[in-house]
């Protein structure tokens, strides 16, 4: 998903189109998170970027888009980008994590 959400309408008031816009986040994400893995993943990660512009945009975690959506509502700007874009996750466990370390020395 690669979209600007303006927050200015001319009927809707601006607390509904807040709700609204996170209840569409929501259902995407559910929606990605319901697809097929690919081979080899362990789980669905997501890059994710926020920001007033597409041009001025800054990476942030997928737990932080509801807070980047008030942030936008409190500093009363018309509109803002959000990206969120799906990738296969990889696990890594901790016994990788010692040998690898283990190896570098």
Do not use: W
């Given at each position: 998903?690669?979209k600007?959400?303006s927050?200015v309408?001319?009927k809707?008031?601006?607390p509904?189109?807040?709700?609204?816009?996170?209840?569409?986040?929501?259902?995407?994400?559910k929606?990605?998170?319901?697809?097929?893995?690919?081979?080899?993943?362990?789980?669905?990660d997501?890059?994710?970027?926020?920001?007033?512009?597409?041009d001025?945009?800054?990476?942030?975690?997928?737990?932080?888009?509801?807070?980047?959506?008030?942030e936008?509502?409190?500093?009363?700007?018309?509109?803002?980008?959000?990206?969120?874009?799906?990738?296969?996750?990889?696990r890594?466990?901790?016994?990788?994590?010692?040998d690898e370390?283990?190896?570098?020395?």
């Amino acid at each position: 998903m690669k979209k600007t959400f303006s927050l200015v309408h001319e009927k809707i008031k601006r607390p509904r189109l807040i709700d609204a816009i996170k209840h569409e986040v929501k259902k995407y994400v559910k929606r990605e998170r319901n697809k097929n893995l690919p081979e080899g993943a362990d789980f669905l990660d997501f890059d994710c970027r926020y920001g007033q512009t597409k041009d001025d945009t800054k990476e942030i975690h997928l737990s932080a888009i509801n807070k980047c959506i008030d942030e936008a509502d409190k500093l009363g700007i018309d509109s803002f980008y959000l990206e969120i874009l799906a990738k296969p996750g990889f696990r890594r466990s901790a016994n990788n994590d010692i040998d690898e370390e283990e190896l570098d020395q």
